[in-house]
């Protein structure tokens, strides 16, 4: 498929690999979906799940993933305030790129 | 797969998704993977393909493609000069995940 695609499209704006990247390539961005996956996750959970990632650096991602519509945020009026976040049926679709990642690191990059 | 890698690999250095992305998750990255594909490329086709990406960007991507082994660089001894890249072993193994990131782009985010 790769190489059907790359002959029939060349790699401008109608690039479906780069209207992907342009959506997913930030450092934590495909982490955060990884992390996130098929749960309901409140911040805290999420910023403990996210190793290394700043307070700063997950606000900022989760509002861009909130904004291109691939996680859904639910903001509960309780005290202390609960938010949760969840993929959306776009972001769901996203985990089959995040498998590819982890195989290929499992095989190839991490020592067992 | 996701799920059962998610349970039982906290998301720190040993995260075969974190160890992934500290190697492809540059902007351009994958997208110089796609592009060189099952191809030997000069740099000028290169150059050509990967739209908007700037000279100097381009010749960092490359050198740390090489340098991290996922594309291996020959250098003619002609004149003009002749360089051409392709992908090592390794990099052949990026392949699945950009074609997932196509798959992506092309139902999700491309206007057919």
Not at 20 to 25: A, F
Not at 51 to 74: A, F, P, R, W, Y
Not at 80 to 97: A, D, H
Request: hydrophobic share 40%; charged share 25%.
């Amino acid at each position: 498929m790769t190489n059907k695609l790359k002959k029939n499209l060349p790699c401008d704006d109608n690039c479906p690999v780069k209207a992907s990247l342009d959506l997913l390539s930030g450092k934590w961005t495909l982490m955060i979906l990884f992390q996130i996956n098929n749960n309901v996750m409140r911040y805290g959970e999420l910023k403990r799940a996210v190793t290394g990632i700043s307070e700063k650096m997950l606000i900022q991602e989760l509002n861009k993933l909130v904004e291109n519509k691939l996680v859904s945020k639910k903001a509960y009026p309780e005290i202390p305030p609960r938010v949760e976040y969840r993929l959306t049926e776009l972001g769901m679709k996203t985990l089959p790129i995040v498998d590819k990642l982890a195989e290929f690191g499992q095989e190839n990059l991490v020592h067992n």
